[in-house]
């Protein structure tokens, strides 16, 4: 059955830490929330949980390094829904913590990009038909990291660091080849979250990772596009 009337929402990576925490805020908006997950049971069992707690929640199948999972992801969300109002692009890897460009592997450079960059960039294509479709003008939030800011950039994780900074630069254009489509494309940079990818001495609970990007998901003005944010503030690149 297609969702009419609801904010609807798609959240990649929704299956554990900062995604699934996004899902949850926005459920409790009174967004439909679609969770996507790679991993079926992992999915399954995100979306049950909130649909046991009396929110709207459907999972969806989908691995963004794949481009036929992406477009079959998308099949599967216009069967059950009508129009998407927002679209957060959060499921990303980091596997170089602690590791030098001096002897970066080209293999895993590949993987970060494909996960990091390029998914993005693919969900977006796919998705935007439906965004399109939303009565109030559809909002794209890709979760970067302050570990992508140029300004700042020295030598930490330096595949995830230059794939962060790429999906600011994949932020920048489709914000400008949006630009007069009422769809906006935002960025930001969540902090040090405990997560799986943030670990147990971060500093921030993903309550507060999660807040800016509900934020620009529900409050934030629609006008706002092509800027990177944190804590709700416009931050440099
Ligand atoms: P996490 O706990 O490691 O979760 C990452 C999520 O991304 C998981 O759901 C994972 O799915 C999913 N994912 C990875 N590759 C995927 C793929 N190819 N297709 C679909 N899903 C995939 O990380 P997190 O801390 O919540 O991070 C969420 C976002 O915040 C990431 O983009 C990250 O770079 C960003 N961020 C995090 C921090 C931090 O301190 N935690 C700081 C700055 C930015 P599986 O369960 O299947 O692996």
């Known amino acids: 059955m297609k969702t009419h009337h609801h904010r609807t929402a798609f959240i990649t990576g929704a299956n554990r830490g900062i995604g699934k925490e996004i899902a949850l805020q926005l459920a409790q908006q009174g967004f439909a929330v679609f969770i996507g997950s790679r991993d079926i049971a992992k999915g399954r069992e995100a979306s049950e949980e909130l649909c046991q707690a009396g929110y709207e929640s459907t999972f969806i199948q989908i691995d963004v ?14 069967q059950k829904a009508d129009h998407l109002d927002v679209l957060v692009n959060n499921a990303g890897i980091l ?39 939303s009565p109030d003008g559809g909002r794209i939030i890709n979760v970067s990291s302050g570990a992508g800011i140029i300004k700042d950039m020295s030598t930490y994780a330096p595949a995830y660091s230059i794939s962060k900074a790429a999906l600011n630069a994949v932020t920048k254009q489709f914000a400008g080849a949006l630009k007069g489509d009422r769809i906006a494309v935002n960025c930001v940079d969540p902090g040090w979250v405990r997560t799986d990818m943030g670990g147990p001495s971060a500093s921030r609970p993903v309550e507060k990772g999660a807040e800016t990007i509900v934020w620009l998901a529900t409050e934030a003005p629609q006008s706002e596009t092509g800027k990177f944010w944190h804590d709700k503030q416009e931050v440099d690149w």
């Open 65 to 78: 390094t794949d481009p036929v999972s992406v477009r079959t992801a998308c099949g599967t969300f216009s």
């Open 95 to 133: 596997e170089d913590h602690g590791e030098t460009i001096l002897k970066l592997n080209a293999e895993m450079l590949d993987r970060t990009f494909k996960a990091n960059v390029t998914g993005p960039i693919l969900v977006i294509q796919d998705f935007l038909e439906h965004l399109r479709k």
